[in-house]
């Protein structure tokens, strides 16, 4: 049975071979052999004439202009505003590395100049800074560059320049200017240096006249009438500052040196401290309160001051020598040489930190 059924299994397989072998040679037989090039065009036109053709037509594209070169000019107002959003984020390094394209290119370019000095100012770079404005002031004369310049001759102690550049700058002021305050308080400032007390009293009256409510300018009308040794008029402006703004401690500054003065030490001392609670950094007052302690032989209060400052500003070589002192006279000399090798890493070859060692040399010696 299962014999039978293979066998027409077979014979089927075989039938269908033969019918596809069939359709094959039916579908070559209907095949046209052509020999020619124009057999073959004649051949399409009768085969395909109810082809519809379709004709494909490219979209012509319009060409896009590219976008102008920019000018010279575009080129720098966009450095110039890269460089100003940095100075903007204190980057006043790579703010001068962009100027600094700009001048390669123009070293004409007047703001360029202006902001490169401002940023050597910020970096404390004073001398650069100063031959930026001198190099600026020859290409433009305006009152803020003129102003700035001189903040830069008075940051330097060249007292004179600040003095006749300020003078010029308001020369160049009108009588709107939202300089004039600053120039006459500044100029205030460079005529007490110079020990020209009556025009520097005649420049903080006419700041005081447009800013009559100024604690600053009434703390420097104090400091001038200190260093005229007139201390009862140097306390009231001191204390009509402390009025204004009881957080200026250039104010309270003031007061405890009237007081010390008037030989009221332990207001003096009092008032000082709350100047130091107010500004820990201010490096007058704490040279002032150093200075009492080697008078009064009392430097324990000195020495706390002058850690809290150095906590925050420990590259400061002339602190950190006046602790390394205020060691040395309590007898504490361990930590006086720590003071004095650290300020050897700070800054190498000092001869009054070689002396102060031999010193204390000596002290150690003698107290064997």
Partial sequence: MDKTLDQSDDQEKSFRFVLQERSDVEKFAQLKVIRDIDEALQNFDETDEDTSIKFVVKTQVTPVEPPPIPTDLEVHGYLLQNALLLVDCGEFSLARNVLGDILRRNNNHVDAIRWMGWCFKQENQLDNARKCYEQLVQRRVTEQDLFELGEIYYLLKRDADAQSTWLDALGQCDAESPRLFDLHKNLGNVFTRLADYESAEENYNKAL????????????????????????????????????????????????????????????????????????????????????????????????????????????????????????????????????????????????????KELIMKKKEASL
Wanted: aromatic share 8%.
């Fill in 209 to 356: 006249t447009i800013r009559p409510l100024s604690d600053i300018l009434n703390v420097n009308l104090g400091s001038l009438n200190f260093q005229r040794a007139q201390y009862t008029q140097a306390l009231e402006y001191f204390k009509k500052g402390l009025e204004l703004n009881p957080f200026n401690d250039r104010a309270w500054c003031g007061v405890a040196l009237v007081a010390r003065e008037m030989k009221d030490d332990e207001w003096a001392l009092s008032v000082l401290l709350r100047c130091l609670d107010i500004n820990p950094h201010n490096q007058v007052a704490l040279q002032v309160l150093i200075s009492w302690g080697q008078t009064d032989c009392d430097w324990s209060v000195a020495i706390e001051r002058v850690h809290v400052y150095l906590e925050n500003n420990q590259d400061d070589g002339e602190m950190i020598y006046s602790l390394a002192g205020l060691y040395f006279q309590t007898g504490s000399l361990i930590e006086a040489e720590l003071e004095l090798t650290r300020l050897d890493v700070l800054h190498p070859g000092r001869t009054d930190v070689q002396e102060l």
